[in-house]
């Protein structure tokens, strides 16, 4: 409620500012400008009512998750494992798995994307292909997830022969944050002035130096950023990891790359989906949600931290 | 006044893909000697000094036609060692570019790509280019701090020592005092008339009484074409063709 109050008084102060400035400059007879001002109005309401909207979705999401889950959310939720058919016990399992996965799927990608950037931005600048590839990439990023995880089954678990496993799962969500990675790093790259890179090569340096002490180092704030979202959303995603990597239940920890794993995404899904306590195992699912949304708000605090951060620097 | 050819363009042509930047450009750069290009904006000065350590390679479509040398190498010869003609001529750029390091490792870092790897070598090579840029004393006391909290003429002043220390043989100036106050120009100005007894110099500049001062030749180029070339008092005091005059009695440009 505070909140609202609050947007409110930006907002008319926002306005008032507009009026004040449209006064004192344009003389314009009363009425038209009573009519104009009439309309300023009612435009800034309406603007005001999409932000209104915008806030409640959002804070309606927040609340229903915080208000089913909160209740079940406590260490011991964290570190058990589920018990008596999933009704009962913690989320231990999925967690680790989640853990697994996402840091599979970044050792997968970040190698590779910041590459691929790297030849992108600092040895074919400005050239057709270069176009070609962005306009790949980008599609690649609208590719919706399930897709990757049908691509996933394919290759990995199929034609690889990885079966359903961390393995393949780290690949399949790999694949699916390395638009993101590349296009983050590129641009990153992209921002590190050129000047600097001239002063490297009047000394005499060669491109791979000037890329590996000069442009990568002072890219990396940017490149971490972009990490670091990817992971946020590696962590999120279910259906890549539908039929590559998830499973509704496993009976130990996982002992290689090639064994199955619960995740927190999945384990949600499998909660509200299966078995046959659907009450209890909806608060859990809940529960599991929060923890989740907790943790993909934290990784991305992360990332505007260090921006900021970076940002703090160079000013 | 035979002086010794140190840098020789021959019939130099350049384009930006179709348009012609520069047109038959011929001019000596002898040694020990401060080499001035003035001219007006876009006339071609900084495209022909970045051609002199071949900084405009990384420019996309463009060609270089004639030949340009180093000591009788033809410097962009498929065969020639780009790196290596980098490192003997080195480049000062108009906007000081320190690197986001400290002032330490602003220098460090060219002796380090150039194979340089003993420790105490290196701090006595930094201290010694320091001082040779007229650095030492005012950064002494904080080799550590970050390079980009130093003033725009220190940085400037960095960047000088940061060529210095890779010992390159011709240094290339590129409006170096373009982004300076007036008291920070002079002391480059003072800088430059000291460097000379070692090196050879090419400084572009936009203030023709910088180039009166420190040069020894000046080049005046137009619409990418050298329209006179000559001892600095010369081009000065009696030049021959009426288009250098109008342009150093400030009629245009």
């Given at each position: 409620m505070r909140r609202k109050i609050c947007v409110t008084g930006v907002f008319r102060k926002l306005f008032e500012r507009t009026f004040a400035r449209s006064a004192g400059n344009v003389s314009v007879s009363a009425g038209s400008y009573r009519n104009k001002q009439a309309a300023q109005k009612a435009g800034f309401f309406l603007l005001f009512c999409c932000i209104l909207a915008t806030l409640l979705f959002l804070g309606s999401i927040v609340y229903f998750i915080f208000a089913g889950g909160s209740k079940v959310v406590t260490w011991g939720f964290l570190t058990q494992w589920p018990r008596n058919a999933m009704t009962e016990g913690g989320i231990f399992p999925a967690l680790l798995g989640t853990f697994y996965l996402t840091l599979g799927a970044v050792t997968v990608a970040l190698p590779l994307g910041l590459a691929c950037a790297v030849y992108l931005c600092e040895?074919?600048?400005?050239?057709l292909a270069l176009n070609a590839i962005r306009i790949g990439i980008n599609n690649l990023a609208g590719v919706p997830s399930v897709v990757f995880g049908l691509f996933g089954l394919a290759?990995?678990?199929?034609?690889?022969?990885?079966?359903?496993?961390v393995l393949s799962g780290s690949l399949t969500l790999g694949i699916l944050i390395l638009p993101g990675i590349i296009s983050a790093s590129q641009e990153a790259l992209m921002a590190v002035p050129n000047s600097l890179r001239e002063a490297s090569f009047a000394l005499g340096a060669t491109r791979w130096q000037t890329i590996k002490k000069i442009v990568v180092p002072q890219a990396l704030p940017g490149i971490l950023t972009g990490v670091i979202l990817s992971i946020g959303r590696a962590a999120g995603e279910t259906a890549p990891i539908l039929f590559t990597a998830a499973a509704?239940?496993?009976?130990?920890?996982?002992?290689?790359?090639f064994s199955e794993v619960m995740a927190l995404p999945y384990h949600i899904y499998a909660l509200m989906t299966e078995g046959t306590h659907p009450r209890q195992q909806t608060v859990i699912a809940y529960g599991s949600a929060l923890v989740l949304l907790i943790l993909v708000l934290l990784i991305s605090g992360t990332a505007v931290f260090i921006r900021q951060r970076h940002r703090s620097y160079n000013g | 006044m035979d002086k010794e050819i140190r840098m020789r363009a021959e019939g130099v042509n350049f384009f930006y893909g179709s348009r012609p930047?520069?047109?038959?450009v011929n001019l000596e750069i002898y040694r020990n000697q401060v080499t001035a290009i003035i001219g007006p904006s876009g006339c071609g000065k900084s495209t022909f000094i970045r051609l002199l350590n071949r900084m405009?390679?990384?420019?996309?479509k463009s060609r270089l036609e004639g030949r340009i040398f180093l000591d009788g190498d033809?410097?962009?010869?498929?065969?020639?060692?780009v790196v290596d003609i980098r490192r003997r001529v080195g480049m000062v750029f108009q906007k000081p570019n320190?690197?986001?390091?400290s002032i330490f490792e602003n220098i460090k870092y060219g002796l380090e790509i150039n194979g340089m790897r003993d420790k105490s070598v290196i701090e006595d090579k930094v201290v010694d280019s320091l001082k040779k840029a007229a650095l030492w004393e005012e950064v002494k006391g904080r080799l550590?701090?970050?390079?980009?909290?130093?003033?725009g003429g220190q940085q400037q002043r960095l960047c000088i020592a940061r060529c210095l220390a890779v010992e390159p043989e011709v240094i290339l100036f590129?409006?170096?005092?373009?982004?300076?106050?007036p008291i920070s120009t002079a002391r480059i100005e003072e800088l430059l008339m000291e460097l000379k007894q070692e090196y050879t110099i090419v400084i572009v500049t936009h203030n023709m009484q910088q180039a009166a001062r420190v040069s020894g030749n000046t080049a005046f180029f137009l619409l990418g074409e050298i329209v006179e070339f000559g001892k600095t008092q010369d081009i000065f005091?009696?030049?021959?063709d009426s288009r250098t005059e109008a342009y150093i009695t400030g009629r245009f440009g």
């Open positions: 040895y074919t600048p400005g050239s290759v990995f678990v199929k034609f690889f022969g990885f079966g359903v496993s509704f239940y496993t009976r130990r920890y996982p002992q290689s790359p | 930047a520069l047109k038959d405009n390679d990384m420019v996309p033809d410097i962009h010869d498929p065969e020639t060692d320190p690197f986001p390091k550590y701090d970050s390079a980009l909290r130093l003033s590129d409006e170096p005092c373009a982004s300076l106050d005091t009696k030049p021959r």
